[in-house]
C-alpha cells in the first residue's frame, strides 16, 4: 500500500492545517451532519478525500461509504441509488448511515445535475452527499450555464493551501523515520513540501521512492 494511504489520517485531530474545516463540521455536529450534501474543494494533496472519509465516517461504517466518479453518475445510477437509500432506511450498520462521495464533482453531466437537485431536497437524515473537487470556482456544469442551483444545496467547505508546509514536513519526517526511509535535516522535508507545492500525496510518494535518504 502507497504511504499516503497507510498514513491517511483517521481522526480529526490528525488533519493538519484544515482548522476552518473542522470548525464547520463541529458547529454542524449538533444539528446532525446527516441528510446534507457538503462541497469540499482545495488544491491536489491537501486533505480533500481525507476529509470526505472523516465526515463520511461519522454517519456510515465503511461498508455503506460508496465512491463514484462523477462522470460515472448517471440519472439511472442516481434513481437507483434514492430507491435504495429510501427503501432500506435507516438500517446500514452500526452506525445506520449511508455516504456517497463523488470525486472530481466539477465534471457533473447536465443530466446527473438535473436528477441531484431533486435527491438532494430530500435526502433522508442518516445520508450524506460529499462532493469534491479541485476546482475553486465551479460556475458551471457541461451542459449547464449556472451551477448555483447545485452549489446552493450544499455546505462549501474551502481547504486552504497556506501554513502547510511546516506541518507537512514535520509529518513527512515522522513518517520517513518510521518507515526508515530518513536520512536528512527537516529544512530538506521543507524544501520538498514546497517543490511539491504542499501536495503531501505526491511528497509521501517522492519519500517512498528514498528522496530522503542519504
Not at 485531530?13 to 449538533?30: E, T, Y
Not at 465526515?55 to 461498508?63: F, K, Q, S, T, V
Amino acid at each position: 500500500m502507497n504511504l499516503w494511504e497507510t498514513y491517511r489520517p483517521t481522526e480529526w485531530a490528525d488533519l493538519l492545517g484544515q482548522n476552518r474545516a473542522k470548525q464547520i463540521i463541529s458547529m454542524l455536529r449538533p444539528r446532525g451532519l446527516g441528510g446534507r450534501a457538503y462541497w469540499i474543494k482545495g488544491k491536489p494533496g491537501i486533505g480533500k478525500t481525507t476529509t470526505a472519509y472523516l465526515l463520511a465516517g461519522e454517519i456510515a461504517d465503511p461498508y455503506y461509504i460508496q465512491e463514484y466518479d462523477a462522470g460515472d453518475l448517471t440519472p439511472a445510477k442516481l434513481k437507483e441509488l434514492e430507491r435504495e437509500l429510501q427503501q432500506y432506511g435507516g438500517l446500514f450498520g452500526g452506525k445506520r448511515g449511508r455516504a456517497v462521495l463523488v470525486n472530481e464533482a466539477h465534471g457533473l453531466r447536465r443530466d446527473a445535475v438535473r436528477q441531484l437537485l431533486v435527491l438532494l431536497e430530500r435526502l433522508p437524515e442518516y445520508v450524506v452527499f460529499i462532493f469534491t473537487t479541485t476546482l475553486e470556482g465551479q460556475e458551471t456544469f457541461e451542459g449547464l450555464d449556472d451551477a448555483s442551483p447545485l452549489l446552493s444545496r450544499c455546505i462549501e467547505i474551502k481547504l486552504t493551501d497556506q501554513g502547510l508546509a511546516e506541518p507537512f514536513a514535520r509529518r513527512a519526517q515522522e513518517i520517513a523515520r518510521i518507515e526508515n526511509l530518513d536520512g536528512r535535516p527537516l529544512t530538506a522535508y521543507l524544501n520538498l513540501v514546497k517543490q511539491c507545492r504542499n501536495n503531501m500525496r505526491a511528497v509521501l510518494s517522492k519519500i517512498e521512492c528514498g528522496e530522503m535518504k542519504k
